[in-house]
């Protein structure tokens, strides 16, 4: 038994089939099976019912399985303690949501290209149970989305928060004095699609102010919401730092909405059992690019 074939057996049953394994470690259907039934022979037990298309696992399979996580991710942090961190080669599969690729994104590939400069980053922009979604199912090594998740299999870390405002275009006329949600809910609410982490935000915001949430647009693209916005059709909750720009220039103005609507955490997402090397370097990069974001502010 080696490392290589616990990790194949791992992408076998977070793939759901030989054959997305195959594709994920970039190899044949034929060297999974390979060493599978190497595993097998190893453990004398079958570790997959194959009497179905699926990988269904039995029940020793399901015992191997998460003992294996636990040891494979025992020897990354090995790895990463031992071996040189500038070495790290390999592709790093993140995720981020659209707030943090509109703001500190770009200085988090620089620190990571920087720290790492082997490494190979795919990036994904998403909401966050999109995210989530990818990262349970394997097609994603971290994630950084917005709010946080109840999930034992999921390591969850606070690395920021962003500050979100209702604006408006100074052309609809309504930013004079304090607004309430029955004031804001009298303007056309152009909102984030129900999948995302701000549709509950403000339908929460509207709530709490004893008045029914009820947009007039939905959409599931911020930048799309933002020129909704800009062009007089409603207004819309937005993040200050990423709209800075537009506010300087008087296309956006941030409304003053009372209550303030609460800080969006932002949190990084991995397997709490499978702490990897590219964890790490995000979690180190992050950390880097914030604590200088916050030194500049």
């Excluded at 790492?116 to 909401?127: D, M």
């Excluded at 991995?270 to 500049?296: D, K, L, N, Y």
Aim: net charge positive.
């Amino acid at each position: 038994m080696n490392v290589k074939q616990l990790e194949t057996f791992l992408q076998v049953v977070e793939k759901g089939s030989f054959a997305a394994a195959a594709e994920a470690l970039h190899t044949t259907q034929s060297t999974v099976s390979a060493r599978v039934k190497d595993l097998e022979r190893y453990f004398g037990v079958a570790l997959f019912d194959r009497s179905t298309h699926r990988a269904h696992l039995t029940a020793k399979g399901r015992e191997l399985f998460a003992m294996s996580r636990q040891v494979v991710g025992a020897l990354e942090q090995l790895r990463e303690r031992i071996s040189d961190r500038a070495s790290l080669t390999g592709t790093l599969r993140l995720g981020v949501v659209g707030v943090v690729a509109g703001t500190w994104l770009p200085a988090l590939v620089r620190e990571l290209r920087f720290r790492h400069a082997a490494l190979q980053l795919q990036v994904e922009v998403a909401l966050s149970k999109v995210l989530a979604q990818k990262l349970r199912g394997a097609e994603l090594d971290v994630a950084i989305i917005a709010g946080r998740l109840d999930d034992d299999e999921l390591r969850c870390e606070l690395v920021g928060q962003e500050r979100f405002a209702w604006m408006a275009s100074p052309a609809l006329g309504v930013g004079r004095g304090a607004m309430t949600p029955a004031d804001l809910a009298a303007c056309p609410v152009i909102a984030f699609s129900q999948e995302s982490f701000h549709h509950a935000a403000m339908k929460a915001w509207f709530k709490a102010g004893g008045v029914r949430f009820q947009p007039a647009i939905i959409c599931n693209s911020m930048e799309v919401i933002a020129r909704l916005v800009a062009q007089g059709d409603g207004v819309g909750l937005l993040p200050c730092d990423y709209y800075g720009t537009e506010v300087s220039l008087g296309k956006l103005e941030i409304l003053n909405a009372t209550p303030a609507m609460p800080g969006v955490e932002l949190t990084l997402l991995a397997f709490a059992q499978r702490p990897t090397a590219f964890v790490s370097a995000v979690t180190e990069a992050v950390t880097a690019v914030r604590r200088g974001r916050h030194a500049a502010a």
